[in-house]
């Protein structure tokens, strides 16, 4: 694989308006190329990183398919929800077409395996023929990285960071609360086109260092290789960065 692009700003303000612009210009290659933009977000502190696309003129709302890295299973209204907080930070501000989100609605099945079988054939109906396109390719996909290392919902030490079939997956263990989470597999991660990692605060400086400088430990976020010509970016803000190795 290609070897992670660092980009490292001296505040958050600059991180959100190179952010936006990044995502901006995917955008557009992708809307060139095939008429419409395929990007997976994520919870956490992302869907505010993005408010350098509200208002920017460059956004093509009507050409996004939204799709979610990963979700916790509780109603869609509930605070827990990050399709909730994407609405709230995101798209409630824009205008996109409510069709183009593709929220995972845990009131649409009986059980987990239901859920995520839904939510695979989803992202089928999106990519294709499953059997045709072995795994989706996303033009983009934002992840952010938990204290512990995780991504999406691909906690340390757990079965599914050796998944290799399913696109989509469940577990019912989280490590944090709540327990029950829908997420992406490494498959579908390490096959987009892009993938981004967004980190900011000085919360994030040890582990930042032992999964950039010492991917060796296999932490989750390390993870991520997206699959050539699939390249890795990180937004880092300088206080993420403090303890970085690498130049
Ligand atoms: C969760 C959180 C989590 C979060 C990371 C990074 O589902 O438990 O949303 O995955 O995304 O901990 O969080 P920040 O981006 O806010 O630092």
């Known amino acids: 694989p290609n070897p992670p692009a660092l980009h490292s700003f001296e505040s958050v303000d600059l991180l959100t308006d190179s952010l936006a612009s990044f995502v901006v210009k995917a955008q557009k290659e992708a809307i060139d190329r095939k008429g419409r933009f395929t990007i997976a977000l994520s919870g956490g502190s992302l869907p505010k990183m993005l408010k350098g696309l509200v208002g920017h003129t460059g956004v093509k709302w009507e050409h996004w398919q939204v799709f ?3 979700e916790r299973v509780v109603p869609l209204d509930h605070p827990d929800s990050n399709h909730k907080l994407c609405m709230d930070e995101l798209f409630s501000k824009v205008g996109i077409p409510k069709e183009n989100v593709h929220a995972i609605d ?9 859920l995520s079988d839904a939510y695979e054939k989803e992202l089928i109906r999106e990519f294709a023929q499953k059997d045709a396109a072995r795994f989706p390719v996303f033009d983009l996909i934002l992840l952010g990285m938990g204290p512990d290392g995780h991504t999406a919902s691909l906690f340390p030490g757990h079965a599914l960071l050796t ?3 399913r696109w989509v997956a469940y577990i019912e263990d989280s490590p944090k609360p709540p327990p029950k989470r829908i997420t992406l597999t490494y498959p579908v991660i390490n096959h987009a086109a892009r993938v981004a990692f967004v980190a900011a605060g000085e919360g ?4 930042l260092t032992r999964v950039l400088d010492h991917p060796e430990e296999g932490l989750p ?3 991520v290789k997206p699959v050539y010509p699939g390249q890795l970016y990180w937004f880092v803000d300088a206080p993420a960065a403090a303890k970085l190795e690498l130049p």
């Open 106 to 114: 845990p009131s649409l099945a009986d059980d987990l395996e239901e």
């Open 221 to 223: 976020s390390s993870r």
């Open 163 to 165: 998944e290799d079939d």
């Open 204 to 207: 994030k400086a040890d582990m």
């Open 68 to 70: 979610y890295a990963d």
